[in-house]
């Protein structure tokens, strides 16, 4: 791997910054130690957001083409080192090296797709009700925002945060999760070498969280929030943000409803949910969640997928053909058997798997279980772990209540070849994003968000951008 890459410091103004006190990264699957990295104080935040304010100044009266050249320019060097990236993503993460390598390019996708939406902001000259005025619409960057990334998705969260955010013209801090800083701290690296000038782009690691949370929430130079994480911070930074009436993006937890009626093909079912439930093994906001089956698909439904469970391959991420890898944590252990136990107490069967593996302490066997109701634990809280949980259902009406019956709205799934029954679930699922006899959801060209305690606004596409614009109206006499 680039040594280049692994940095262990803050970076503030351009600057690689050291502290007295440091951290630990440790490796998922064998707890062994990756990195000291510098624990960012408020002092370093406010230091962060100090610089990002004069470098704002700048980048805001840059042209869009200058923008738009520089983000192509940090996209190609992510391309250059997508493999020592991967690796690094998977020491940290724990994520099989191949889907890291996938997520590099996801997030790349992004980086170019609003490097070409940099051109794209357009206002307007509307026409005037008086004859001696013009009115005229332009769009401009709403500033300094500050940007909290979770652990599962730790280079995609930053490119797809910082790419709109700098093609708009805002510069930005970003506080990455304390379990994953060093991918964040590597993108930053090579948008140093990409000639993104200082200020522009400032990233502080941290084990204090919320007292970083609450310096950017606080700060009136700070225009913008944009979150990725649960529910629960969410409202948490909602609530501190209303303080100077800052702009959010929230993009919060799910419980993903995956049904499959009685006309789906039931390859392509088993397929969709493999590829939707066990990516980064179950620690996705958008994997399926809920598996409703119809009764007539039930048993066939569960004896196909119970042999491709079976078959997934358990180990380290960097081993070829592994598929199932260490969760992040003993805390992420503890609750999915904590679910487990609690649905199987309540009546749930356990088909495969149900425990820790015996050769891997840090990974959970890839689970199925039966029998399960909509009023366990397990149906109602997001898993974040490799189990499928199967519920029974026998009518239309039936399966769509019980799919909306969350607070959560993010991502929905659905396999049926009825045309008018895919027409009701899009106008019927109470969700931000509906995959019709597909389990991937997510590409740089549509909009990516929730809705109820999901979150609000969009990234992705050409109304990701949106957010990091205000809209100023000029009456010219």
Request: glycine share 8%; with cysteine; aromatic share 6%.
């Amino acid at each position: 791997m680039n040594k280049e890459l692994l940095k262990e410091q803050a970076y503030i103004n351009g600057q690689w910054i050291s502290a007295d006190t440091t951290f630990e990264v440790d490796n998922p699957f064998d707890n062994g130690v990756i990195a000291s990295v510098t624990d960012c104080t408020k002092e370093h935040a406010e230091q962060a957001i100090q610089a990002a304010d004069t470098a704002f100044k700048s980048w805001s009266k840059t042209t869009a083409k200058e923008r738009s050249q520089l983000l192509h320019t940090w996209h190609d060097l992510i391309i250059e080192n997508v493999e020592d990236l991967a690796e690094l993503l998977t020491i940290e993460q724990g994520k099989p090296l191949e889907e890291a390598k996938n997520e590099i390019l996801y997030g790349a996708s992004y980086i170019k797709w609003f490097a070409e939406e940099a051109l794209r902001i357009n206002g307007d000259i509307l026409p005037s009700p008086d004859g001696d005025k013009q009115i005229q619409i332009h769009k401009l960057p709403v500033g300094v925002v500050g940007i909290i990334t979770p652990w599962n998705f730790p280079q995609a969260m930053i490119a797809r945060k910082v790419a709109p955010a700098l093609a708009a013209g805002c510069t930005v801090v970003i506080k990455p999760a304390a379990e994953t800083p060093l991918s964040a701290l590597a993108m930053a690296e090579l948008a140093d070498q990409a000639g993104i000038p200082k200020g522009v782009i400032n990233l502080v690691p941290t084990t204090s969280s919320s007292e970083i949370g609450q310096v950017l929430t606080s700060s009136s130079v700070v225009r913008k929030i944009s979150f990725t994480g649960s529910t629960a911070v969410g409202k948490k930074l909602i609530a501190q943000s209303a303080e100077n009436v800052q702009k959010v993006t929230m993009e919060l937890g799910g419980n993903a409803p995956f049904i499959v009626f009685d006309d789906a093909n039931i390859d392509d079912a088993v397929d969709g949910l493999m590829a939707s439930k066990f990516r980064n093994s179950g620690q996705t906001c958008v994997c399926a969640n809920r598996i409703f089956v119809h009764e007539t698909l039930y048993e066939e439904f569960i004896k196909r997928l119970g042999k491709k469970v079976s078959a997934l391959e358990l180990g380290n991420g960097l081993t070829d053909s592994v598929q199932i890898t260490a969760l992040i944590n003993q805390q992420g252990i503890d609750k999915v058997l904590r679910l487990i136990n609690q649905a199987t107490e309540s009546g749930a069967e356990i088909l495969v798997g149900g425990s820790v593996s015996k050769e891997f302490k840090n990974i959970i066997q890839p689970t199925v279980l039966s029998k399960v109701n909509k009023d366990m634990d397990i149906a109602c809280e997001e898993i974040f772990g490799p189990v499928v949980a199967l519920i029974p259902f026998s009518e239309d009406d039936e399966v769509i209540a019980a799919a909306n019956s969350t607070s959560a709205g993010l991502a929905s799934y659905a396999y049926t070849e009825n045309r008018h029954r895919i027409k009701r679930l899009v106008q019927d699922l109470e969700y931000g994003m509906v995959g019709i006899n597909t389990g991937k959801l997510s590409n740089e060209m549509a909009p990516f968000g929730g809705v109820k305690e999901s979150g609000m606004g969009r990234e992705g596409s050409k109304y990701g951008i949106s957010d990091y614009l205000d809209i100023k109206y000029a009456c010219i006499n």
